[in-house]
């Protein structure tokens, strides 16, 4: 079975800092891929970010990166220059590949952007 | 840019009753999930849906739930008997056609059951 975990329930940064919010991950599987999910408040859950695994190299989305460490099953978010907007729950969620592709979600963080 | 739809956002009914959640996916969409997020609890799996038949399931989704494509747009769970643990944010999914398509989410409905 395959289980994520996100070790910070509620995490805040200043506008314009840079934050980290963890995720690890359990599994048996080689190929899968790893996603980021931001879900504003009272709104439906948007990609962020993907990773697949069979990439060494880590996944950037202008403000937002990953830190992928395959062999520590880690895989952190960065978010550089945070901005209001960014104040959401973030998930964390796993997809095994060539499955109905169902996702492991973490618990979530909620992030709070401070002005 | 198009979005998964979910009716109502929020549903109240009686422990016994059935309840019928609705969620129109992404148009050319052909991968349609159901998920659901208890209070305080992690947004958990509880079936998949191709080509008008369920792909996967997990435990948690027994013979009390089914789903339906009835018309080719719309993509719904039924509960025929609620719970009162059934009470829930019910997210609905929908995904292009590759594993790296990622999935795209509704807004959920919330389910209570009084």
């Known amino acids: 079975a395959q289980t994520v975990t996100q070790s910070q329930p509620e995490m805040s940064v200043q506008e314009a800092e840079t934050v980290t919010l963890s995720c690890t991950y359990d599994?048996?599987?080689?190929?899968?891929?790893l996603f980021w999910y931001k879900q504003p408040p009272s709104r439906q859950m948007i990609l962020v970010i993907r990773?697949?695994?069979?990439?060494?190299q880590n996944a950037t989305e202008n403000r937002f990166s990953v830190n992928f460490q395959k062999a520590a099953k880690s895989f952190s978010l960065k978010i550089s220059d945070s901005q209001l907007g960014d104040t959401a729950m973030y998930f964390c969620a796993f997809m095994k590949q060539n499955t109905g592709n169902q996702f492991y979600f973490g618990t979530g963080t909620s992030l709070t952007v401070i002005p | 840019e198009p979005e998964v739809t979910q009716t109502p956002s929020h549903q109240v009914t009686q422990m016994g009753q059935e309840v019928i959640l609705r969620c129109v996916p992404i148009s050319n969409h052909l991968y349609f999930y159901w998920y659901r997020q208890i209070l305080g609890q992690k947004v958990e799996f509880l079936v998949s849906f191709y080509n008008n038949e369920i792909s996967e399931k997990s435990e948690i989704f027994d013979d009390q739930f089914s789903v339906e494509r009835p018309d080719g747009s719309n993509f719904t769970l039924k509960i025929r008997s609620t719970k009162l643990e059934d009470s829930a944010m019910y997210f609905c999914?929908?995904?292009?056609?590759?594993?790296?398509?990622?999935?795209?989410f509704g807004p959920g409905t919330r389910l209570t059951v009084l």
């Open positions: 599994t048996s599987e080689s190929n899968y891929y």
């Open positions: 999914a929908s995904r292009w056609r590759s594993s790296y398509n990622e999935q795209f």
């Open positions: 990773q697949e695994a069979y990439k060494q």
